[in-house]
C-alpha cells in the first residue's frame, strides 16, 4: 500500500512539473527590467524637449507606473507626437482628451509592438498592420505608403489623419525605439467616446 502511495505521489508531481513548464513555455520570455525601460525613456523624452504634453499625458494617466509590466516582456515602438502636435488639435479633440480615460487609450495608440528604426518602418508594406498597445478598443494601426521621398506616414485603422515621421529614430534604446510624429493619432471610435472601449485597464494587451 506504501508502495501505491509513493507511485501516485510521484506521478501527481510529475504531472504539475508537466503543468508548471509548459506554462512557462507558453509565457513571453520577460527579460527587461520594466521600471528602468520606462524611466530611460521618460529621461531620453524629456531631453529631447519636444514632447512636454506627451510626457505630462503619460503621468497624468499613470501609464509612467503601468508601462513597466508591458515593457517587462516586449520591446516596442513609439510614435510620439510633439507639443506642435498637440497644439494644433481642434478645440472638440482637446476637450476629449481632457477625459482620463480617453486620453488613455489614445496615449497607448502610440506604443506598438515591437521595435522598429525608420528604415524597418519604410519597408513594411502599405496597409500593414500595427498592433497598439490599446488593445480594450481594438485599435490597430496602419502604415501609409508615402510618394517619392516623403517621410513614414501611420493613422489610426479606423477614421484618422495620417501622422507623419518628422523626427526619425530621434530616441533609441535596447528595447524601445522612438518617432516624433507631427499629429496625435485620434480614431474617430474614440473621440466619440464609447464607455465599453475605454475603460481604464493594465497594459496587458501584448500579452495575448
Known amino acids: 500500500m506504501a508502495a501505491n502511495f509513493v507511485r501516485a505521489f510521484s506521478l501527481l508531481v510529475v504531472s504539475l512539473l508537466s503543468l508548471t513548464l509548459a506554462a512557462d513555455a507558453a509565457r513571453p520570455y520577460c527579460r527587461f527590467d ?41 520591446e516596442a515602438t513609439v510614435f ?56 480594450s478598443c481594438k485599435a490597430r494601426l496602419v502604415k501609409v505608403s508615402p510618394a517619392g521621398d516623403k517621410p513614414v506616414q501611420v493613422k489610426a485603422e479606423v477614421g484618422a489623419d495620417e501622422a507623419s515621421v518628422v523626427a526619425a529614430d530621434v530616441i533609441s534604446l535596447r528595447v524601445v525605439q522612438v518617432h516624433g510624429v507631427d499629429d496625435v493619432i485620434l480614431p474617430k471610435s474614440l473621440i466619440k467616446g464609447d464607455d465599453d472601449s475605454l475603460k481604464p485597464r493594465k497594459c496587458t494587451a501584448w500579452a495575448t
Open 80 to 135: 510620439a507626437p510633439t507639443d506642435a502636435a498637440f497644439a494644433n488639435l481642434s478645440s472638440d479633440a482637446k476637450s476629449s482628451l481632457g477625459e482620463r480615460k480617453v486620453l488613455r487609450e489614445v496615449l497607448l495608440m502610440h506604443f506598438v509592438k515591437g521595435k522598429a528604426t525608420n528604415a524597418a518602418l519604410v519597408g513594411l508594406k502599405e496597409g500593414q498592420q500595427l498592433k497598439t498597445a490599446a488593445d
Open 34 to 74: 520594466g521600471k528602468l525601460v520606462v524611466s530611460n525613456l521618460m529621461r531620453e523624452l524629456r531631453a529631447a524637449n519636444n514632447y512636454t504634453t506627451f510626457l505630462d499625458g503619460l503621468r497624468k494617466t499613470e501609464l509612467n507606473k503601468d508601462l513597466p509590466d508591458l515593457f517587462h516582456c516586449y
